[in-house]
C-alpha cells in the first residue's frame, strides 16, 4: 500500500496508473440508485460472467460507474472506446451485447437511443440530453470506477489537497474560492469563500467541517449521485476545508436510506486514510483530519444547518435562532463550517484550476454550474448540470427534450418544498440566484419538476404543502399549526367544500408564516403555494367559487356517436345512441378518465 | 475590578437607546418604556432559569436595518441596530401566530383551572383577539391524571417549552420533552408513559412555569370539602412557612404581604377544627436532625448529612443517587412531622380515635400531595397526612366560601402545635433550614447562648454557597444548594469525593419553598420571589423566639410524650428509610 508523502508521489501515482495495460475495450455500467433498481448489478455480473466464459475477460473489462445521468433510458451501457451507447439494457439484452458487439463486432441498434426524428444516435456525446451539460461537480461521476482509488488519482485526485497543504496556505485557499464566486448549492446561496473565512477567522482549539448529505428535497438526487460516483471528491474538498479553517475533524452528516451512498463513502474513507490522504500527517505535512459519518433519521427540517448541528449532537433535530451562527458556534458549540456535497465537491476543482477559470463561466452573481434532478412531464429525465445562466427554455427543451407526448408545458417547479412555479412566460430567465428570487423562486438544492396543461396546480401546491407540514418539526408556531391551516384550506378547496374568503385565508397565512417562521423551512413553505397562486390564481378561483367542474364531459360538436366511450366506461355513466352524440352523466362519473382515452376524435373534454 | 460592558446604540420605534452589549431587544425596548408582548419567553435569571428558544413568535418585531422580523427575547442588541416593534409586519405576525395558537387550543376557559390566571387567555385579551380566522382540527392526546401532583391535559399545551427547559436544563430531571413532528408535536414524557411510572419528582416547576393548564397541580378540594362536611370528622390543617408570604397575593396584596394571621382566621371559618403550624414541625425537625448530626459528628458517622425536608428532593435521590441513600437525614419533612404527632400526642390529649381525625395541609408545593401517599407515611391503616392544598388551591377555597379575605381578623394558631420560632419560619427559603440548625447546633455543642442569630452567609440566591462556620473549636462546613441541577452538580462532586461538607441544605425549587410548585403564580417575575424571601426575613427578625430548640410546645411535646430527641418513639413517629428506585 503506498503511503503518498509528496506531491511527487501523489505525480508518480498517477503516471503509474495511466501507464498501464489498457483494455481493448471496456463496458461502462451505470450503477446508480435508479439503475441498480432495475437490475444493473445483475446485468454487471452477467457481462462479467459472459466475458470470462468467452475468454475475452484479457481484453474487455467491465466497470460499474456512479450515476450516468440520464436515468430515463436507464440502465445504461457505455462501451469505450467508441462510446457506443445502449440504454433500456435488460437482462435480456446481454447474450446479444455479448454475441453482437463483443465477439462479432456489431451494433445492438434496437438498443440504441433514438433522435427526435426517431434516427438512431449510437454515441452518449451525440444523445441531445448531454449536449448543453457542462459538468464540474458531476466531473468524474459516471466516468470513474468509485471504488477504485486509482481511477480519482488518474483524474487528477487529491492534487488540489496535496498543493494547497505542501505548498500554499489556508489564506490562500479562502481567497482562491473568494475569488472564484462559489455560492452554496444547498438552498441560500451564502458565498462559500465567506463562510470559510468567517470560521477561520473565530479562534478556538476546536473547529468542525460538516457536509450536509441531508438531501431531503423530494426528487432532488444530486448529492446522493455525487457521493455515489465520485466519494473521493468530496473526502479531498472536506480535508481541504479542514486545512483552511484550521479543524482536524470532519463530518458528513447522511440519512440512513442513502445506504447504497454509504458503503462506497466508507470504503472511499478506509482508502484515503490508507494512503495518507486522510489521517494523522496528511501527505507528510504536519496537519492532520479524520472524516466520519453521522447517520440521520431521514428527517427533512435536518438539511437544516442548526438542526442538522442538534441532530449530530444527539438531540431532536430542530433549527435554533440565529444568529449565533454555525461558523461562530455550531457543532458542540465550536466554530463549525457547513456545506452541502454538491458545493464542496466543487472545491478541489476551483483549486486545481484556479478562480479565475471557475468564475469565467456563469452569470455576474452566480458563478460556475447547478446541478438539476429534472424530473415530471419531461421527456429526458435524469441529473442535468448546466453553466449558472441557461435559461429554463434551454432546460427544459434542448436539455429535457421538451414534453414526452407534445402537450403544452404549464410551468416549472424549482426548489422543491420550499420553491416555487415558473410560468412559460419566465422560462428565458437566465438560472441564477438572484433572478430566481426576484421571480418569487429559488434555487434551492436543485429539484426541477415540468408540469404540463393536464397537471392540477391547487393539487400540486397541496402536495408538497402535505410534505411540509408533516416533515415540520413543530417548534415554532407559524410552522406547526400554521402550515397545516394551510393545507387545511387546501383540502377544504380541493372537495369543493370551500370558499371565495379562503383564498384571502391562504394568501395571509402564507405571507405572514413566511414572516413570521423561525427557520427556513417555515419561512419558504408557504412558497408553492403563494407561486402558484400568483401565477394560476384561475385554478384557485375555479375551487373557491365552485365552478370547476371535477367529471368528464363530451363536446357534442365533435362526438361521431361512435359508442366508444360508453362501452370502455366503468360505471356506465355514457349515454347515447349509435351516430348520435352522447352524454356523461354527471352525477355518475368517477372522473377515471377511461373515456378520454377511448374517444377517436378528441370529444371528451376534461374536468 | 469590574471590566466596563461594551456598550450599542440601537433606536427602537424612533428612540435611540444606548445598551450594554449582550442586551436583548425585548430589555432594551423595556428600558425606553416600549412594551413588546411575549409568551413562551420566561427570564428568571437570578436562579438560572431562562427559556430563550423564541418558539411562539409572539415578540416579533421589525428590525429595519434588514427589513426582517427578528424575536425580540432572543435576539441581542446590535450597533446601530434600528428596530420597528409596531410596524403592521410585526403586528401582523404576532397577532397571525396568537391566532394559530388560539385556533388549536380548547375554548373551555369559564371552568379552567388556570381561568382568570391564564398567559394565553391575558395576550388573546391584550392584543384584541375578536375573531380566529383560521379553523380546523385541533389537538388530540390523551391526559395523564395518574400522579398524584400533577395533572397534564396535553391539548392545552402551547409548545413554550418552559416545562422542558425547567424539567431538562434546570432541574435535570428529563422527563419532559417534544415529542413526533408537526402539528402532532407533544411535550410529553418518553412513550407517552404515566408520571407514575417516569423518575418525575413532582417539584412542581412545570407547573408554575406552565403559561396555560397544560400542567396543573392535582386538586385535592372536593376531597377536603367533603371531610369538612362529614360531623364525625375532626378536620385539622397545618399551614407551611413560605405559603403565609406568598397567599395573599391571591387577593391583591402586594408580594411579601405577611398574612398568617388573616389565613388562620380564613381557615377557621371554613370550618377546620383546628389549626397548626408546620413551622412548629420546623422547629421538631431541626432538634432532630441537629441531634442526628451532632451524633454522626460525634460518632464518626456518614458526613455529609443532608438535609430531608423537601420532597422532590428525597424523590430525585432516591431515583438519581440509589447508592447516596444513607447520606440524607432520616428525620421525616416537618410536614409529616406535624401528621404523625396529630394523630397520636393530640388525639390522646383530646381524646379524639385517631381514624377520625382529617390532616390536612396547606403548602406551597405539590411534592408534598406525591409524599402525604408514600405508604411508609401510614402507621395502623391511617395516613400521617390525608390531603395536601397548595397556596393557590387554598386561595380558590377561601374564594368559593366568599370570605372576604382582606376584612379578616387576624387569629391564632391553635394550641399544642401553634407555637413556632423565627427560625422554623426560614425553612420557606433557600438557606433557611441549615441557618435554623446552626443556630441549634451552636448552643447545642459549645453550651453558650448564640448573640447574632443571623449567618448572612448563609443568604441569597446563588444556585450553590458554601460556607464554614465555626462552632465552638468546630469549623462546620456547610453547603447549599437549590433547583436539582444545582444538587446533581453537588451530588456528583461529592459522589467523586471531591468536595467535603459536614452538612449540605438541598431544596429542590429554585428559590426554595417561596418559588415552590404550588404557590401562586409569578409569571415569570423574579421579584415576587425575593420579596417572599424578605418577608420570610422579617418574620423571623420580629419573632420572640427566633431558635427551635426555645420553642415552649416543642419543649413539652419532648416532655410529656416524645422524651428526648432521637429516643425510640420520636424515631417511630419523625424518622423515615428511603428506597432505591429505578431511574426512567
Not at chain 1, 24 to 46: F, H, N, Q, R, W
Not at chain 1, 516 to 525: D, P
Not at chain 2, 35 to 50: A, F, K, R, S, W
Amino acid at each position: 500500500m503506498l503511503l503518498v508523502n509528496s506531491l511527487n508521489d501523489l505525480k508518480q501515482w498517477k503516471k503509474n496508473v495511466l501507464k498501464r495495460k489498457k483494455y481493448t475495450m471496456t463496458l461502462v455500467v451505470c450503477a446508480g440508485t435508479s439503475c441498480l433498481s432495475s437490475e444493473s448489478d445483475l446485468i454487471i455480473a452477467m457481462l462479467k460472467n459472459a466475458i470470462e466464459k468467452n475468454q475475452l475477460d484479457a481484453e474487455i473489462q467491465v466497470k460499474p460507474v456512479g450515476c450516468l445521468r440520464f436515468c430515463g433510458i436507464g440502465p445504461l451501457i457505455v462501451i469505450e472506446p467508441d462510446q457506443t451507447t445502449y440504454m433500456k439494457v435488460t437482462l435480456k439484452d446481454v447474450d446479444d451485447i455479448v454475441k453482437l458487439h463483443l465477439i462479432q463486432g456489431e451494433v445492438v441498434e434496437r438498443l440504441l437511443y433514438r433522435g427526435d426524428n426517431d434516427e438512431l444516435i449510437s454515441t452518449i456525446t451525440e444523445i441531445p440530453f448531454y449536449k448543453k451539460q457542462r459538468r464540474i461537480a458531476l466531473k468524474n461521476v459516471g466516468l470513474i470506477d468509485p471504488r477504485d482509488i486509482d481511477e480519482y488519482i488518474a483524474h487528477d485526485g487529491y492534487l488540489a489537497l496535496g498543493k494547497s497543504i505542501l505548498s500554499s496556505t489556508p489564506e490562500a485557499v479562502i481567497d482562491t474560492l473568494k475569488q472564484s464566486g462559489l455560492r452554496g448549492r444547498g438552498g441560500g446561496g451564502f458565498p462559500t469563500g465567506l463562510k470559510w473565512a468567517y470560521t477561520a477567522a473565530v479562534k478556538s482549539n476546536e473547529k468542525y467541517v460538516i457536509c450536509n448529505a441531508d438531501e431531503g428535497d423530494p426528487g432532488a438526487f444530486m448529492d446522493r449521485s455525487i457521493i455515489e460516483g465520485d466519494p473521493h471528491a468530496l473526502i479531498e474538498a472536506m480535508t481541504l476545508a479542514g486545512y483552511a479553517i484550521g479543524a482536524d475533524q470532519g463530518y458528513v452528516y447522511i440519512r440512513a436510506e442513502y445506504a447504497i451512498s454509504i458503503e462506497p463513502l466508507e470504503l472511499a474513507l478506509k482508502t484515503s486514510k490508507e494512503h495518507g490522504f486522510l489521517g494523522k500527517n496528511i501527505l507528510g505535512s504536519d496537519f492532520s483530519f479524520n472524516i466520519d459519518i453521522k447517520l440521520g433519521a431521514g428527517a427533512f427540517v435536518c438539511g437544516e444547518e442548526t438542526a442538522l448541528i442538534r441532530s449530530m449532537e444527539g438531540h431532536r433535530g430542530e433549527p435554533d435562532k440565529k444568529p449565533p451562527f454555525p461558523s461562530e458556534s455550531g457543532f458542540r458549540g465550536k466554530p463549525s463550517v457547513v456545506n452541502n456535497v454538491e458545493t464542496f465537491v466543487n472545491v478541489p476543482v476551483i483549486i486545481r484550476e484556479g478562480a479565475a477559470w471557475f468564475s469565467s463561466i456563469g452569470t455576474d452573481n452566480s458563478k460556475g454550474t447547478k446541478v438539476f434532478a429534472l424530473a415530471g412531464n419531461i421527456k429526458n429525465i435524469g441529473l442535468v448540470e448546466v453553466p449558472m445562466g441557461t435559461t429554463f427554455r434551454e432546460i427544459v427543451y434542448d436539455v429535457g427534450g421538451g414534453h414526452p407526448n407534445g402537450k403544452k408545458i404549464k410551468g416549472v417547479q424549482i426548489g422543491g418544498p420550499s420553491g416555487g412555479v415558473i410560468t412559460e412566460d419566465y422560462f428565458d430567465t437566465p438560472i441564477d440566484y438572484d433572478s430566481l428570487t426576484a421571480i418569487g423562486a429559488m434555487m434551492g438544492s436543485g429539484g426541477m419538476i415540468v408540469m404540463d396543461e393536464d397537471n392540477d396546480m391547487v393539487e400540486i401546491a397541496k402536495f408538497y404543502l402535505d410534505f411540509t407540514q408533516e416533515e415540520s418539526c413543530g417548534k415554532c408556531t407559524p410552522c406547526r399549526i400554521g402550515t397545516k391551516r394551510m393545507y387545511e384550506i387546501l383540502e377544504r378547496l380541493v372537495n369543493m367544500e370551500g370558499d371565495p374568503k379562503d383564498l384571502e385565508r391562504l394568501e395571509t397565512l402564507g405571507i405572514n408564516i413566511k414572516n413570521a417562521s423561525l427557520c427556513g423551512l417555515g419561512q419558504t413553505a408557504p412558497n408553492p403555494v403563494l407561486s402558484t397562486m400568483q401565477f394560476f390564481r384561475e385554478e384557485y378561483e375555479a375551487y373557491a367559487y365552485r365552478t370547476k367542474r371535477t367529471t368528464y364531459a363530451v363536446d357534442a360538436k365533435k362526438c361521431i356517436g361512435c359508442t366508444k366511450c360508453a362501452r370502455v366506461c366503468p360505471v356506465q355513466c355514457i349515454e347515447g345512441k349509435v351516430r348520435e352524440v352522447h352524454r356523461v352523466i354527471e352525477s355518475d362519473c368517477i372522473a377515471c378518465g377511461a373515456c378520454y382515452e377511448a374517444c377517436p376524435v378528441d370529444a371528451i373534454i376534461k374536468p | 475590578m469590574k471590566l466596563l460592558s461594551k456598550m450599542v446604540n440601537c433606536t427602537i420605534n424612533n428612540k435611540s437607546i444606548n445598551v450594554e452589549a449582550g442586551t436583548t431587544v425585548l430589555e432594551a425596548a423595556k428600558k425606553v418604556g416600549i412594551h413588546i408582548p411575549t409568551l413562551c419567553h420566561l427570564d428568571l435569571h437570578d436562579v438560572g432559569v431562562v427559556n430563550q428558544n423564541a418558539n411562539c413568535r409572539i415578540c416579533l418585531v421589525e428590525n429595519e436595518s434588514r427589513g426582517n422580523l427578528i424575536p425580540s427575547c432572543a435576539e441581542k442588541v446590535t450597533d446601530g441596530m434600528v428596530i420597528q416593534t409596531d410596524s403592521i409586519k410585526a403586528v401582523m405576525a404576532r397577532r397571525t401566530s396568537l391566532e394559530l395558537i388560539l385556533s388549536n387550543h380548547p375554548k373551555d376557559c369559564l371552568t379552567c383551572v388556570k381561568n382568570l390566571d391564564c398567559e394565553l387567555q391575558s395576550l388573546a385579551s391584550e392584543m384584541n383577539i375578536k375573531e380566529i380566522r383560521y379553523q380546523g382540527e385541533m389537538m388530540n392526546h390523551p391526559k395523564d391524571f395518574t400522579s398524584p401532583a400533577i395533572e397534564k391535559d396535553s391539548n392545552k399545551c402551547i409548545m413554550c417549552r418552559r416545562c422542558v427547559t425547567m424539567c431538562d436544563e434546570v432541574q435535570t430531571v428529563g422527563i419532559l420533552s417534544p415529542l413526533n413532528r408537526g402539528f402532532d408535536v407533544v411535550v410529553a414524557t418518553a412513550f407517552h408513559l404515566d408520571f407514575n411510572d417516569t423518575s418525575c419528582t413532582y417539584c412542581g416547576q412545570c407547573v408554575s412555569v406552565c403559561p396555560t393548564a397544560a400542567l396543573a397541580e392535582k386538586t385535592s378540594t372536593p376531597s377536603i370539602w367533603r371531610r369538612l362536611n362529614d360531623p364525625q370528622k375532626h378536620v385539622v390543617v397545618q399551614i407551611a412557612p413560605a405559603v403565609r408570604v406568598a397567599l395573599a397575593e391571591e387577593f391583591g396584596y402586594e408580594p411579601g404581604h405577611i398574612s398568617t394571621g388573616k389565613i388562620v382566621s380564613a381557615l377557621k371559618r371554613i370550618g377546620f377544627d383546628a389549626v397548626f403550624d408546620t413551622n412548629f414541625g420546623a422547629d421538631l425537625t431541626i432538634i432532630e436532625e441537629a441531634h442526628e448530626l451532632i451524633e454522626r459528628i460525634e460518632t464518626g458517622g456518614h458526613l455529609p448529612m443532608l438535609t430531608s425536608c423537601c420532597p422532590a428532593w428525597v424523590q430525585f435521590f432516591e431515583h438519581q443517587f440509589p447508592d447516596l441513600l444513607d447520606i440524607p437525614s432520616s428525620c421525616k419533612s416537618p410536614q409529616q412531622m406535624v401528621g404523625a404527632i396529630s394523630k397520636t400526642y393530640y388525639a390522646e390529649k383530646k381524646g379524639i380515635d385517631p381514624k377520625d381525625i382529617v390532616m390536612v395541609s396547606l403548602m406551597p408545593c405539590v411534592a408534598k400531595k406525591a409524599e402525604a401517599a408514600r405508604l411508609e407515611f401510614t402507621r395502623d391503616g391511617y395516613p400521617d397526612v390525608d390531603f395536601v392544598m397548595t397556596t393557590r388551591e387554598a386561595a380558590k377555597m377561601i374564594k368559593e366560601a366568599a370570605i372576604e379575605f382582606k376584612q379578616l381578623k387576624d387569629q391564632s394558631f391553635d394550641d399544642l402545635m401553634g407555637e413556632s420560632t423565627g427560625a422554623a419560619a426560614l425553612f420557606g427559603t433557600t438557606g433557611g433550614v441549615i441557618e435554623a440548625a446552626c443556630r441549634t447546633a451552636y448552643e447545642s455543642i459549645t453550651g453558650k447562648e448564640l448573640k447574632n442569630v443571623e449567618f448572612d452567609e448563609l443568604r441569597g440566591f446563588d444556585g450553590v454557597r458554601k460556607a464554614t462556620i465555626k462552632i465552638g473549636d468546630l469549623d462546620l462546613s456547610i453547603g447549599i444548594t437549590h433547583g436539582l441541577g444545582n444538587t446533581r452538580k453537588l451530588l456528583e462532586a461529592i459522589r467523586r469525593k471531591e468536595v467535603k461538607f459536614d452538612a449540605i441544605e438541598i431544596m429542590a425549587c429554585p428559590g426554595g419553598c417561596i418559588g415552590g410548585g404550588g404557590q401562586p403564580y409569578h409569571h415569570g417575575n423574579i421579584d415576587i420571589l425575593k420579596k417572599r424571601q424578605q418577608a420570610l426575613y422579617k418574620i423571623d427578625r420580629h419573632a420572640m423566639i427566633r431558635k427551635s430548640h426555645d420553642n415552649e410546645m416543642v419543649q413539652a411535646l419532648y416532655e410529656h410524650f416524645l422524651k428526648e430527641p432521637g429516643s425510640d418513639i420520636a424515631h417511630r413517629l419523625l424518622h423515615t428509610k428511603y428506597q432505591p428506585k429505578e431511574r426512567i
